[in-house]
C-alpha cells in the first residue's frame, strides 16, 4: 500500500490553477490513498467555506473529499488522538530548534505538523508514503535544515543558531510538490489540453505562480526531461 | 510587548515621516518591525507594522486626491502614536492594546468609498507583511494564521511576487530525483 500526504498549499495551489480534474484522474491510476489530515482541511475547505473570495476553491477540495479522492487518515484506521499527540510532538520539536536573539523561533504550524507526524506514522507502518508540500519551510526542513539557519540570518540581519541534535529527527520524510504531481500528471497522458509543445510550460508556471516554491531554474530542468 | 526600545525608535521615526509625508521611509520602518515580528511572533508588533504600511498608502491616496481626510486622519494618529509611545515606555500591556485599537479605528473611522478603501489597504497590508514574514523563512500556515488571513491569500501573493523561492541556495535535492519520488509512486 502507498499513500500521499498532502499539505493545505499543494490543494491551494492545484484548486487555484484549475487542476483538481487532473489530480482526480491521477487518483484513478494511483494504487494507495491522498491523504489529508483534520488540520489540513481545516485551511484547504473549513476556514476558506467562510470567505467568498476563496469559497469556491474550497467546494473543489470538499469535492474530492465527498468522492474519497481525499481521505483522512481514519481510512488507514489511524487513530485522531494519536495523530494529534505526534503532531504535537513534531510542533515542539520544530519550532524549538532555531534561535534568534534568544529566542526559539516558532517555523511551522499544526497543518504542516500533523503532514510530518502522519508520514511517521505511516512509515511505521510499513506504508510507502510523500508528502506533497508546495512550501519551502516543511521541505527545508527535512532535506537542508541549514538552509533554514541561513535564510532567517540573512534576512533577520543576527546570527541564527540551531539545535543540530533535532535535524535528524526530520530526516527521513520524502517530498514533492504540485509541480512533481503534475509532471506525472502530463507523462501519463492526463492533461486534456492540446499540446503543442507548451502545455508543461505553462502548468509549471501556474503553479509557482499560485504559490508552489520552485524556480525559474527548475522548470526548465523539468520539462528537459525525457 | 517584546523589543519595546526598538519599537519606540521605529515609531519616532514613523511619526517624522507622517509629518514629511515621506511614503517610502514609512515602507521601509514597516519593513523594519518584520524582523522583530518574525522572531517574536508577538501580535502588537505585527499590528505595528500593518498600521505603519496603511499609514504609508493612505498618505500616498492624499498625494493623488482626498488630501483632507488623508490629512486628518494623521493628525490623529500622531496624536495616537505619542499615547502609544507613552504607554510602551512604562510597558503596560493592556494601555499598549487599547492604543493600537484607538489608531486602528482612527485609521478606518471614515465612511462611505473611502472606509472602504481603507479596509482595503488594511487587508491588502496584512498580506504585504505576511508574505515579509514568509520571506525570513517562516511557514505559509503559521504566517498566515499569524496576520489573520488566508493561506489561499498568500499563497496567491507570494506566487505572484515570487517569494515562495529565494534564490539558487533554495534547491534542497536534484531535480531528477524528486522527480524520481513522484514518478515511482505512480509505478
Known amino acids: 500500500m502507498k499513500a500521499i500526504i498532502f499539505d493545505s498549499g499543494t490543494l491551494i495551489s492545484l484548486s487555484m490553477t484549475g487542476l483538481i480534474d487532473e489530480l482526480r484522474d491521477?487518483?484513478?491510476?494511483?494504487?494507495?490513498?491522498?491523504?489529508i489530515t483534520k488540520d489540513v482541511k481545516r485551511e484547504v475547505i473549513d476556514k476558506p467555506l467562510t470567505i467568498k473570495r476563496f469559497e469556491l476553491e474550497a467546494l473543489r477540495v470538499k469535492q474530492l473529499l465527498?468522492?474519497?479522492?481525499?481521505?483522512?487518515?481514519?481510512?488507514?484506521?489511524?487513530?485522531?488522538?494519536?495523530?494529534?499527540?505526534?503532531?504535537?510532538?513534531?510542533?515542539?520539536?520544530?519550532?524549538?530548534?532555531?534561535?534568534?536573539?534568544?529566542?526559539?523561533?516558532?517555523?511551522?504550524?499544526?497543518?504542516?505538523?500533523?503532514?510530518?507526524?502522519?508520514?511517521?506514522?505511516?512509515?511505521?507502518?510499513k506504508i510507502e508514503n510523500v508528502i506533497a508540500v508546495d512550501e519551502r519551510t516543511t521541505r527545508f526542513l527535512g532535506e537542508k535544515p541549514e538552509g533554514i539557519k541561513k535564510l532567517m540570518g540573512k534576512k533577520l540581519h543576527t546570527d541564527v543558531t540551531s539545535k543540530k541534535d533535532n535535524y535528524k529527527f526530520f530526516k527521513e520524510f520524502k517530498f514533492i510538490r504540485s509541480t512533481e504531481l503534475m509532471y506525472v500528471a502530463y507523462k501519463k497522458g492526463l492533461i486534456d489540453i492540446k499540446d503543442n509543445g507548451l502545455v508543461l510550460d505553462a502548468i509549471l508556471y501556474a503553479l509557482m505562480f499560485k504559490g508552489c516554491a520552485i524556480s525559474g531554474d527548475e522548470i526548465r530542468e523539468i520539462k528537459s526531461l525525457k | 510587548m517584546q523589543e519595546v526600545d526598538n519599537i519606540i525608535s521605529i515609531l519616532k521615526e514613523t511619526r517624522n515621516a507622517i509629518k514629511n509625508k515621506d511614503v517610502i521611509s514609512l515602507r521601509s520602518l514597516s519593513d523594519q518591525t518584520i524582523h522583530t515580528a518574525t522572531v517574536s511572533q508577538d501580535p502588537d508588533n505585527i499590528a505595528i507594522a500593518v498600521i505603519v504600511y496603511t499609514?504609508?498608502?493612505?498618505?500616498?491616496?492624499?498625494?493623488?486626491?482626498?488630501r483632507e481626510k488623508c490629512d486628518e486622519i494623521c493628525r490623529k494618529?500622531?496624536?495616537?502614536?505619542?499615547?502609544?509611545?507613552?504607554?510602551?515606555?512604562?510597558?503596560?500591556?493592556?494601555?499598549?492594546?487599547?492604543?493600537?485599537?484607538?489608531?486602528?479605528?482612527?485609521?478606518?473611522?471614515?465612511?462611505?468609498?473611502?472606509?472602504?478603501?481603507?479596509?482595503?489597504?488594511?487587508?491588502?497590508?496584512?498580506?504585504?507583511k505576511a508574505s515579509k514574514i514568509y520571506e525570513h523563512g517562516i511557514s505559509m500556515e503559521t504566517t498566515a494564521?499569524?496576520?489573520?488571513?488566508?493561506?489561499?491569500?498568500?499563497?496567491?501573493?507570494?506566487?505572484?511576487?515570487?517569494?515562495s523561492f529565494s534564490g539558487k541556495g533554495d534547491?534542497?535535492?536534484?531535480?531528477?530525483?524528486?522527480?524520481?519520488?513522484?514518478?515511482?509512486m505512480f509505478k
Open chain 1, 26 to 35: 491521477l487518483k484513478k491510476i494511483f494504487n494507495g490513498h491522498f491523504l
Open chain 1, 66 to 125: 465527498d468522492e474519497k479522492i481525499l481521505e483522512m487518515p481514519d481510512s488507514l484506521k489511524i487513530d485522531n488522538n494519536f495523530l494529534s499527540e505526534k503532531t504535537k510532538e513534531i510542533m515542539n520539536i520544530a519550532n524549538s530548534t532555531f534561535l534568534g536573539r534568544g529566542k526559539e523561533i516558532h517555523i511551522i504550524d499544526s497543518g504542516e505538523a500533523s503532514c510530518l507526524a502522519l508520514s511517521k506514522i505511516l512509515t511505521d507502518k
Open chain 2, 55 to 66: 499609514l504609508g498608502k493612505i498618505i500616498e491616496k492624499g498625494k493623488n486626491g482626498e
Open chain 2, 77 to 128: 494618529i500622531l496624536i495616537d502614536i505619542e499615547k502609544l509611545i507613552a504607554s510602551l515606555k512604562i510597558n503596560n500591556p493592556k494601555i499598549i492594546r487599547n492604543n493600537l485599537n484607538s489608531m486602528r479605528k482612527h485609521l478606518e473611522g471614515n465612511s462611505g468609498i473611502f472606509k472602504k478603501y481603507i479596509q482595503d489597504v488594511f487587508r491588502k497590508a496584512s498580506i504585504n
Open chain 2, 145 to 163: 494564521s499569524l496576520l489573520g488571513i488566508t493561506m489561499f491569500d498568500l499563497a496567491s501573493y507570494s506566487g505572484q511576487k515570487n517569494i
Open chain 2, 171 to 184: 534547491k534542497t535535492i536534484s531535480t531528477k530525483e524528486r522527480i524520481k519520488i513522484a514518478m515511482d
